[in-house]
């Protein structure tokens, strides 16, 4: 006789035949997520045959859930009819008439000018008609086939495959014995022989336990992806590119020396990687040579200009877009993390987020550049911010930005300026000029949300994360996207 928990007889007593899963788990007032448990280890040890089977269903858009409130747009024409001496007469001087219309003309409706006159017979019909298509879109599983097609066609439903658990018992109810399930017995259970009933449940002490989930969606993902909204609510298009880069585009496409002191390893994680790195093209590579030499004076390397680097900064995105696009008019920014070998506290990491953009024209000046982080700032809401005058090896005129974090007071938070022609033209950009910026999102989400250590944005504490998420919905409530558009 074989021991099984009550669930697991229960199931067998249904599954005497192939059933739906579903079927099931409906008869015994249970979720069918909640007994696949049971269901796997009952296959395990020989009680069930399982069986899987694809099924298509359809379910309704968020457009078709608003026409199936609100009527289709042919059905909400046909009801606004006059009817009078068995001619009915549609005005098509409303919403959505045309619309309507393009839908009804497959059934043979044809105005004249913006008036619909039908003979009532007619009329009556393609009321009808439209009355079903309404009662159909509303009951989706006695809609047949065709409907369906046009529903999708018309992107008020989407198909969606769903996968069928089917369950039959592999033994016969005779076999097994229901049992309770036990963790742990008594004394008293030994002495009275009852432990004979139980069906005692082994622990695993090797496997991990799960981590303890998130309560509450992660405020920082949701931030990043705020700032994202903002940025192409500016008129900006993202770009992206990869984490582990050449130095070429990290530092020598910027103007920066390969003897610059950021690029010593306490500043820069160089990577062994014997696998494919995308070469940079190499008439751009004996350009930026060129220019290094003949400004900085010393013997350019192309082997270092191919050494593969964790990204120190986003910037290395938006070169590479600028050198793929070069001069035109256009907006492009980008989000993702970058690497630097940091000692972690309250105010820096080793791994962090930037917001890098271009904006690239003809004329544009350094109060063009201002103009547009102080945007950019208001839309995420920094309502006091300052630039301080900074050198950088790629832009110039260059300034750094500080926002007001209400604890930490005076933040900084990243850089800015104009590229220099040493950046520009041996990207083949001669006419236009190209302000650049690069921004820690960290640092950015600490001072929106209030939180004085970097560390904080990555806890895995429910209550901070609680709290956090908390303060970012206050947030939301009281800010959001400007959708001011810049011009210039």
């Known amino acids: 006789m074989i021991l ?3 669930l697991v007889y229960e199931i067998l007593k249904r599954a005497q035949i192939l059933r739906p899963l579903d079927d099931i788990a409906r008869e015994l007032g249970q979720q069918p997520e909640s007994l696949m448990r049971y269901i796997e280890e009952g296959r395990a040890k020989g009680l069930f045959h399982v069986e899987r089977k694809t099924a298509e269903r359809y379910e309704l858009t968020e457009e078709g859930r608003r026409r199936a409130a609100e009527g289709l747009p042919e059905y909400k024409l046909l009801k606004s009819a006059t009817c009078s001496g068995g001619v009915c007469v549609v005005d098509l001087n409303q919403p959505e008439a045309d619309l309507a219309l393009a839908n009804l003309a497959k059934l043979g ?8 006159e039908l003979d009532e017979e007619t009329y009556r019909k393609l009321l009808a008609a439209a009355e079903e298509k309404q009662r159909l879109l509303q009951s989706l599983d006695v809609a047949p086939r065709e409907v369906l097609q046009e529903f999708l066609k018309r992107r008020l439903v989407r198909r969606v495959e769903r996968t069928i658990i089917y369950v039959k018992a592999a033994v016969s109810l005779a076999e097994v014995q229901p049992a309770e399930v036990k963790t742990a017995i008594t004394s008293e259970d030994i002495a009275t022989g009852r432990w004979r009933s139980y069906l005692l449940k082994p622990f695993d002490l090797s496997v991990e336990p799960p981590e303890y989930p998130a309560p509450v969606p992660h405020f920082f993902n949701e931030f990043l992806d705020y ?3 903002v940025m192409v609510g500016l008129g900006f298009e993202e770009v992206r590119g990869p984490l582990l880069e050449v130095e070429f585009w990290n530092f020598d ?10 690029r010593e390893v306490h500043d820069t994680f160089y990577v062994q990687w014997d696998g494919h790195l995308e070469r940079p093209p190499e008439d751009l590579m004996k350009a930026v040579g060129r220019v290094h030499e003949e400004k900085w004076g010393y013997r350019w390397d192309p082997k270092k200009a191919l050494n593969p680097v964790l990204r120190t900064q986003t910037t290395a995105t938006t070169i590479r877009a600028l050198a793929e696009r070069g001069d035109g008019e256009y907006k492009v920014f980008t989000i993702g993390r970058v690497f630097r070998p940091e000692k972690l506290d309250p105010k820096h990491s080793m791994e962090f987020h930037q917001l890098d953009g271009i904006v690239v024209g003809p004329g544009l000046t350094f109060k063009h550049l201002l103009g547009q982080l102080e945007q950019i700032a208001k839309a995420l809401g920094m309502t006091k911010v300052r630039f301080r005058p900074a050198y950088f090896p790629f832009t110039s005129p260059s300034v750094e930005v500080y926002a007001e974090h209400p604890k930490l007071g005076w933040v900084e938070f990243g850089g800015a300026g104009v590229f220099r022609p040493e950046v ?25 949300l209030g939180i004085d250590d970097i560390r904080e944005l990555f806890t895995k504490d429910p209550d901070k994360l609680k709290e956090y998420y908390s303060r970012w919905v206050r947030y939301r409530l009281t800010t959001g996207t400007t959708g001011i558009k810049y011009t210039y």
Not at 253 to 258: H, V
Not at 436 to 445: E, N, Q, T, V
């Open 424 to 448: 520009t033209e041996p990207l083949g950009v001669k006419r236009s000029r190209v302000l650049a910026w690069g921004w820690g999102l960290d640092r950015i989400a600490m001072i929106l």
């Open 227 to 229: 700032v994202r909204e």
């Open 253 to 262: 496409a910027l103007f920066q020396a390969q003897d610059h002191p950021a």
């Open 109 to 116: 409706a044809r105005p004249k000018g913006r008036v619909l």
């Open 4 to 6: 099984v928990p009550l």
